[in-house]
């Protein structure tokens, strides 16, 4: 069955800090790759995706990501978290078009 | 447009009523879905639609019903519920197609309470 891993279940950083959250996915054929957020009482917000083309793409808010073929990896990273992104961080799969299987979750907290 | 309407936002309900969760969208998307997502958890797929037609049910029990009136609509039916029930409801939409890129838009979702 498909599956996606989340390699921290709570990462918590001081402002500043780089970021890195580790996605790991099990489909082996072609996939379409996510990230999504969700601030603390909001909605499921699309940080960045990966259809085709340069793995390394970039999103909103200063996250970028980098999609490793060979690894099954689909990296988040920001260079300088602020206390605003912490948030809830689900990466999600979509085996080329079908529905999304999402990840558990990362819990990042960026202390002031 | 990428906006997902859901209401109400907030809904408590007892374990013998009748209520429905709704989820509007204007942005031509053909496939639309329930989520159900409890606290600290990703989302679960529930249900989907592809062109007014349900496609996908993940062993849902049937105290919940979906129904799509239009390609714009999508109404959560809920009746009898349990406790366990409570949970945040996602709203999400995309164009169906396989094999193309495609994004899911989310709503804000419905936070439901079963007493």
């Known amino acids: 069955a498909q599956s996606v891993s989340q390699h921290n279940h709570h990462v918590i950083l001081s402002e500043a800090a780089s970021l890195e959250l580790g996605c790991n996915y099990s489909?082996?054929?072609?996939?379409?790759l996510f990230w999504y957020v969700q601030y603390p009482g909001q909605h499921l917000q699309l940080l960045l995706k990966?259809?085709?083309?340069?793995?390394l793409v970039k999103g909103i808010k200063g996250f970028e990501a980098e999609f490793i073929k060979s690894k099954f990896s689909f990296n988040l990273r920001k260079p300088s978290v602020q206390w605003s992104d912490t948030a809830e961080y689900f990466c999600?799969?979509?085996?080329?078009?079908?529905?999304?299987?999402f990840g558990p979750g990362t819990r990042l907290s960026v202390l002031p | 447009d990428t906006e997902v309407t859901q209401t109400p936002k907030h809904l408590v309900m007892g374990m013998t009523n009748k209520k429905s969760l709704k989820c509007e969208q204007h942005?031509?998307?053909?496939?639309m879905y329930w989520y159900k997502q409890k606290a600290k958890k990703p989302p679960e797929l529930m249900f989907v639609?592809?062109?007014?037609?349900?496609?996908i049910n993940e062993s849902v029990p049937s105290r919940f019903s979906p129904e799509c009136p239009n390609s714009s609509l999508l109404n959560l039916h809920l009746h009898a519920l349990q406790p366990e029930d409570s949970a945040l409801y996602l709203c999400?939409?995309?164009?169906?197609?396989?094999?193309?890129?495609?994004?899911?838009?989310f709503g804000a979702g419905t936070r439901l309470s079963v007493l």
């Open positions: 999400a939409s995309s164009q169906p197609r396989t094999g193309v890129e495609n994004i899911q838009y």
């Open positions: 489909y082996g054929g072609t996939v379409n």
């Open positions: 990966y259809f085709s083309g340069d793995p």
């Open positions: 999600a799969v979509s085996p080329y078009g079908q529905n999304f299987v």
């Open positions: 942005m031509g998307h053909r496939a």
């Open positions: 639609y592809s062109y007014e037609k349900l496609s």
